[in-house]
């Protein structure tokens, strides 16, 4: 009986093997996949500026207007265009770049990943946009590396949950479009990585780094431990500092450019649930109108996946763990934010609560029974079925 026993549990070793193979290199076929849409937008003479979304805009600044680059009708450009500008002129010193895009204050303050752009262009106007319109690339290749962290690629559930973040609908955007999430994403991953280290004051300062990129980034603070003792109150109002100080400090240095101007444009913050419940209304009707099969329906899939994921995220309290903390800060923010943020045709939706989707993946592989893990992360993946309008892998 042991000898048959044993006969079994050796002849699973090769299947496992091959299995934990398989898996791996499924993994690989998706980044070449990935690598393979972004070469997609390369264009000679203009590089990859075809990710930026540039307008076709007589009125460019003449900095831009040197620079060869890809241009789109004015209706298929997107916000990627402002930051690749900003890059062009990281201090500001300029008017005719502030001149020449929309909310300029509001544009400013996100300046973090237009000064990195300056930097690896070595302050070359071509080499700039170039820079720019790739961060978001490198950021997703880091990304793919440092999720392998949590998510074990050898095994179907830990790829199934890699792919999921790596090709979520947010995260995509944000390469598509040279936007701020992808790179945000990259920040507050390594911040909660210094967390989990136990190096809190690394983590805050990485988090105080990211609010420079995005407002919302500031969330970062919640991947700090839960305090106990009287000194970990002190840390932890160390951390808080080192947070809020940087974007403290580039505030002060706009105030002195924008004056009374430099509130204007800002996010609205609205009453808890407003935006969600409009906009859920709008979609709904849309459905009943079209039909599960069209644009409204990948709009509801969209929906449905935030939904599921800010419940799953409420039901299964994990305090201790910090991609909880950071995912259940994005849900309180997701009750408050704009319906133009809320409205899943744009895009901004799945961008802005992409800690909220990483949170939840991650959090899925914690679930202990197996019987549970397929629904729940098929439901809170449902807007994996519009990726490919956003990025085609194939």
């Known amino acids: 009986m042991f000898a048959a026993r044993g006969a079994r549990h050796e ?63 004015p209706f298929a450009s997107y916000d990627g265009q402002f930051y690749a500008q900003r890059a062009l002129d990281p201090l500001l010193r300029d008017p005719a770049v502030d001149r020449a895009m929309d909310l300029a ?91 989990e280290r136990k190096r809190p004051l690394l983590s805050a300062a990485i988090g105080g780094v990211a609010a420079l990129g995005r407002e919302t980034n500031v969330l970062t603070f919640l991947a700090q431990p839960v305090p106990r003792t009287r000194r970990d109150w002190l840390r932890l109002a160390g951390a808080a500092v080192l947070v809020i100080a940087p974007m403290l400090l580039w505030l002060d240095y706009l105030r002195s450019i924008y004056r009374s101007a430099l509130l204007l444009g800002t996010d609205q913050i609205l009453f808890p649930g407003t935006a969600v419940g409009h906009v859920i209304v709008r979609v709904f009707n849309g459905v009943a109108g079209d039909g ?38 994005y849900v309180l923010l997701a009750l408050v934010m704009d319906r133009v943020l809320w409205d899943p045709h744009t895009g901004a939706l799945m961008r802005v609560l992409l800690p909220l989707t990483v949170g939840f993946n991650l959090q899925l592989l914690r679930e202990p029974r197996a019987s549970r893990f397929w629904p729940w992360l098929i439901a809170g993946n449902l807007h994996l079925a519009g990726v490919l309008r956003v990025m085609p892998l194939v």
């Open 11 to 73: 002849a699973r070793r090769p299947a496992a093997a091959k299995s934990a193979l398989a898996c791996r290199l499924i993994a690989l076929v998706l980044c070449a996949l990935f690598l393979r849409s972004v070469a997609r937008f390369y264009h000679p003479g203009f590089g990859f500026t075809a990710l930026i979304g540039f307008p076709e805009d007589p009125g460019e600044v003449p900095r831009l207007r040197a620079i060869p680059h890809y241009r789109y009708p």
């Open 105 to 195: 204050p509001y544009r400013a303050r996100r300046i973090l990943f237009s000064w990195t752009a300056y930097l690896a262009g070595l302050g070359r106007p071509a080499w700039i946009l170039e820079a720019y319109a790739l961060q978001n690339v490198v950021c997703w290749l880091v990304l793919a590396v440092l999720f392998t962290r949590w998510c074990d690629v050898s095994t179907p559930q830990g790829l199934m949950v890699w792919t999921a973040i790596m090709f979520s609908k947010g995260l995509l955007w944000s390469v598509r479009f040279a936007l701020l999430d992808g790179p945000s994403l990259l920040l507050i991953t390594l911040a909660v990585i210094a967390a």
């Open 292 to 329: 599960l099969l069209s644009g409204a329906g990948l709009d509801l899939s969209v929906l449905a996946s935030v939904v599921v994921q800010a419940a799953a995220i409420c039901w299964r309290r994990e305090w201790r763990c910090p991609w909880w903390r950071v995912a259940f800060g």
